[in-house]
Each structure stands twice: as C-alpha cells, then as structure tokens.
C-alpha cells in the first residue's frame, strides 16, 4: 500500500535554531518528492520538488534531502524564524499516474 | 500575478442545505483537483478534471458532485452536507499529470461549517 508517514508528529523550536522533519515512503513507482509548507488556514505552498536522480534540494533556509534507496526524505530548516511555524507536508507522486500520497504533515511551531 | 483564487474562503451552511465553493486559476493550467483536508489530517482526494475530463475517486461520496464549465473554473457541489462535511476544501491546478509538470498549486481553501 503506498504510504507517506512523517516524523515527528509536532515540535517546538526556539526561534533560531535549526530543525529537521523526516519523511519514510513506500510509494511505488516513484516519480518524485514535494514538500510543502502549510500556515493554519491557507492553502499549501510548495518549497521543493525533487525526482528520483536527486539528493539535495535548497530554497533558501530549507533544504531537502532525498535518498532513494531507503525511500526517505528529509527538510533541514536553519536559523529558523517565528513565520516558519506552520504544518509541513511530505507529497510523493507515483510514476505515469496523477496519484499524489499525502503525509499527515509535521506541525513546527517556532517560539521566540 | 497568476494564482489560484477559491470563494468563499469561509462558507457557512445549514444541513441538507446545498452548497457551491468556487475556484478559479489564471495559471491556464490543463488539471484541476478538490480536496477535502480535515483538522490535522493530510488532505484527500475527492475529484479532477483533466481539461473536460471528469475523474472522480473511488471512495468520493455521491454527495459531492463538480463541474468545469471552462478551463479558468472549476466548481465543488455540496447536494446536502453532512455534519462530517465540515473541512477545509482546496482547489489545486497543474500543468498536467505526469511527472515532470505535475506541480500542483493550491488555492487558499474555502473553510466550510455545517450547523
């Protein structure tokens, strides 16, 4: 069954500091990786995208890494700032199909 | 700027009363999707529309019904919302399904209330 789980459910940071949010798939055939930030009420915007032939991804303080192998990604934020409190969200799309798997997202809430 | 517009974004109803939530995107994108997101759960597929072409989930209930009258819109129709209907609807378009330009963009969502 494809399946997208993240890890951990919430944190809390202070402001400043840096964090990472994990992300396990068993989606197959895999076609790529999203993550996506989602402030409480709006919509989810996307930070990165990546295919299968990519390991690192960057917008800015968020980097996502991705290895393949052992179907897991990571979001590494830095310095992190009280408007990255918001819900982040792991989406794997499979291969040749419009199905995109959602995981139940991280919640990160940023604490000055 | 290009984007993907949804109305209302907060939408009060009563039961059994039906209900239309809007979207709308200037990004002339070829697919459009609704989704139902509950509190702290991932969002779930209901439909999408691939230019006219309608494809609804398996497990969508007959309740919820859409129509593309033209690529700029899409609409959602509630027939007669249920107390669990209660959600945050969004509307997402892309470019079109496969890999390479399936990025999807999502509208701000439409928060519906049942009393």
Redesign the interface.
């Given at each position: 069954k494809n399946q997208v789980e993240q890890s951990p459910q919430s944190l809390i940071i202070l402001e400043g500091k840096n964090c990472t949010l994990q992300c396990n798939y068993t989606v197959s055939p895999f076609?790529?990786l999203?993550w996506?930030k989602q402030d409480t009420?709006?919509?989810?915007?996307?930070l990165t995208?990546m295919?299968f032939s990519e390991n690192t991804k960057s917008n800015g303080r968020y980097t996502a890494t991705l290895d393949a192998d052992t179907k897991q990604s990571s979001l590494h934020i830095t310095a992190s700032q009280l408007s990255d409190s918001a819900s982040y969200?792991c989406v794997v799309?499979t291969?040749?199909?419009?199905k995109?798997i959602?995981?139940?997202?991280t919640?990160l809430k940023v604490l000055a | 700027d290009a984007m993907v517009i949804q109305n209302p974004r907060y939408q009060v109803t009563q039961f059994g009363k039906p209900v239309t939530l809007s979207c709308s995107q200037t990004l002339n994108h070829n697919v459009m999707y609704w989704y139902q997101q509950k509190s702290s759960q991932a969002p779930k597929l209901l439909f999408h529309y691939y230019d006219k072409d309608f494809n609804n989930e398996a497990d969508t209930p007959d309740n919820f019904q859409s129509r593309r009258p033209n690529t700029s819109f899409c609409f959602l129709d509630i027939r007669s919302p249920g107390l669990g209907d209660a959600a945050m609807y969004l509307c997402a378009t892309s470019r079109d399904r496969s890999s390479g330009r399936g990025e999807q963009f999502f509208g701000p969502g439409t928060r519906l209330t049942v009393l």
């Open positions: 076609s790529n999203r996506y009420g709006r919509g989810p915007v996307s995208i295919t969200i799309q291969s040749g199909t419009y995109y959602f995981g139940t997202g919640r | -």
